[in-house]
């Protein structure tokens, strides 16, 4: 393994990670919802939510979208966009995300911010399974198939 | 009340997903290519999420509820099963497949919609295909 310092962001991984926190703990401490995004997601789309409202879930994901973009605006972009990549294979895993995170009721920000955070024993095993299948899935992309020279 | 909590914690969520570069899939990948020039970076970035929000799970069990009155949802489920394991092997395929696990996705929407809004419709209709479909069956 080689480690590529030049790329590794150390501050602002931290400083990003405690804004994620502080949105986990505002809607907990708020209102009393776990902020997990496929379930979130899922139930507005699915029309599934347990308690039938769905204008807080649409305003939580309509904020994702325009934080996100803010803070684009302002430091003028902090990373390259990409493009080019390979549609078959981001519209596929989308449609394995999709499937995944409902049928394991969640993805990284429920089980593994929020699980684990909770001290959930099945926040931390669903973490440690996907962590452990994106690792295989990104080596046989990259390693394997050689499709190496995908960004 | 509720709607204005929701929008200032989407709003944190998304501005946080964007300065630890989690809206960046190649950042992503790099995290999640061990065997190629690895980049440590969104391990730290589990660090900060986990760390503050321990502290305010920790704060709940104190509480009778939330500020805003609701009740606490604590997840039901407490035992894993095949399903929890099942359904997260298939989403860490598609998470190497993609760089995108659903945050990331939404962050990414104004900011590169030609990856983005395919993804967020892929992944929608997983959602759909599962909740209506594969969930029903005996």
Not at chain 1, 33 to 48: D, H, K
Not at chain 1, 131 to 150: K, P, Q
Not at chain 2, 31 to 40: K, R, S, T, V
């Amino acid at each position: 393994m080689t480690i590529d310092w030049a790329s590794f962001t150390p501050w602002l991984a931290l400083a990003g990670g405690a804004l994620i926190g502080l949105s986990a703990t505002v809607l907990w401490l708020g209102m009393g919802r776990v902020a997990g995004i496929s379930g979130i997601a899922g139930s507005l789309f699915s029309f599934q939510a347990a308690d039938g409202d769905r204008s807080w879930r649409l305003l939580f994901l309509l904020g994702i979208v325009g934080g996100a973009v803010l803070v684009h605006l302002l430091t003028g972009g902090l990373f390259e966009v990409r493009s080019g990549y390979p549609m078959g294979l981001l519209i596929g895993g989308a449609l394995l995300v999709g499937i995944g995170t409902r049928m394991g009721s969640g993805c990284t920000s429920g089980h593994g911010v929020c699980g684990i955070a909770r001290l959930s024993m099945r926040g931390l095993l669903a973490t440690l399974t996907f962590m452990a299948t994106a690792f295989v899935t990104v080596y046989l992309i990259r390693h394997v198939i050689g499709l190496g020279g995908l960004a | 009340m509720k709607n204005l909590i929701a929008l200032a914690a989407g709003l944190l969520f998304g501005a946080g997903l964007y300065v630890a570069m989690m809206a960046d899939p190649n950042k992503v990948l790099a995290f999640l290519d061990l065997a190629g020039a690895w980049d440590p970076s969104l391990a730290l970035v589990m660090v900060g999420a986990i760390g503050v929000s321990a502290i305010g799970f920790a704060v709940s069990k104190r509480m009778q509820a939330s500020i805003s009155g609701q009740a606490f949802g604590w997840p039901k489920l407490t035992r894993p099963d095949l399903k929890l394991l099942g359904g997260a092997a298939l989403f860490g395929i598609g998470w190497g497949m993609t760089g995108y696990c659903p945050g990331p996705g939404f962050a990414a929407l104004a900011i590169n919609p030609a990856e983005a809004l395919p993804y967020l419709l892929a992944m929608i209709a997983g959602m759909v295909i599962w909740d209506r479909l594969l969930a029903r069956k005996p």
